[in-house]
């Protein structure tokens, strides 16, 4: 890990990591804290998806805007002003007390910390020409710290005093995440960008770029993942309480759980993709994901069910292996726009997901739920099989 630390680097690994950090765990504290907010609001398995679906859908849209804007005003300035922004909103639903104003605030912290999608790849691969694979699964092991520890805190806190008090004591942290980023990241890191302004002409220059089969293989590959990642983890905790008849504290440690192996998982995939490829880490990371969602109906005990957790785990292996791939095949003057048109298909697409599982679950299939999701990701693996070799 030394070479990531040299050349002053370090500071702006650290201080990416760290903001991802907050952005994906408080995220991830959502679904975490549904069985609160369904008891609090009245809402139901369906309208619960719909909140999950709607954060996540606005976050996937802002992604290519953030691209544009991370190209044309440097991506750590904007990512300071997203962390403020987050810290703004994290303020506001603390407070909210109606369901109008919890979907809003839900939907606001997902445009806020939108920027951080295309922009920590296109940072990070600006910053390492080389090991950037290394460097990506760091960042993302560092969201997966995240998500181990904040939905775990802020299910206790919502469990022992109230679901706001979570939310509330992340607000300085971003503020002091604000800081860190305006201090180390240098505000523009790539070239300048030569089709910067939106405009029609931008946009065929982003969609020409990403138009090549391989390219459009691996984003059709993350939507099967994204959708995958997002109606498993949107409904976890929920499905553990619910279905598997634990604890709710217990649910919000194993759901911790799937994330904290992330951590290692994650830089493991991305050192595999700088070694061996692409397509070995997708047949391991989709072959384990697929035998361990379509096994979890038929699972009892908290010894099947964290084994099985750790399983899954292995779904968290294909950001980094597929971004690493497909940010380093986009030009340098429009990574940020180019990956962020990317992100925003595939991530308002696989969006859907939490809506999927929450309706399937209102109908009375809550237990067998992740078994279509195990399907879904065995039509990714289906795709690299197909993706030519580089």
Known sequence: MRDLREGGRGPILLTVAGGWFLALGTQLIFPAILPQLRAEFGLDLTTAGLLLTAMWTT????????????DRFGGGRVLVASTVGAAAVLAALALSTTVAALVAATVLFGLATAPYGPLRYSILTDVYTRRDGTAIGVTLAAGNVGNSVLPVAAGALAAYY????????????FLLAAVGLWRFVPARTGPPASAARVSLG?????????????????AVVQICAFFTWQGFAGFYPTYLVEVKSLAPAVASLVF???????????????AGMDRFGIKPCLYVLGTVT???????????????????TVLSSALLGFTPVTHTYLTNRL????????????????MT????????????????????????????????????????AD
């Open 59 to 70: 976050y996937a849209l802002c992604q290519l805007p953030s691209g544009f804007a991370g």
């Open 162 to 173: 109230s679901w706001r008090v979570g939310f509330g004591l992340l607000v300085p942290l």
């Open 202 to 218: 931008s946009l065929r220059y982003v969609v020409r770029n990403v138009g090549s089969k391989q390219v459009l293989i691996v």
């Open 256 to 270: 911790g759980l799937f994330f904290a192996v992330g951590v290692v998982v994650q830089p493991l995939a991305g």
């Open 290 to 308: 697929v035998l361990a969602l379509a096994a979890t109906p038929f699972v009892d005990g908290i010894v099947g069910i964290v084994s099985l």
């Open 331 to 346: 030009p340098a003057d429009m990574k940020g726009r180019g990956l962020g048109l990317l992100r925003t298909v595939f």
């Open 349 to 388: 697409v696989s969006g859907a997901g939490p809506l999927v599982v929450g309706a399937l679950a209102d109908r009375g299939s809550f237990e067998y739920v992740f078994v279509p999701l195990a399907g879904v990701c065995l039509c990714a693996l289906v795709l690299v099989f197909v993706l030519p």
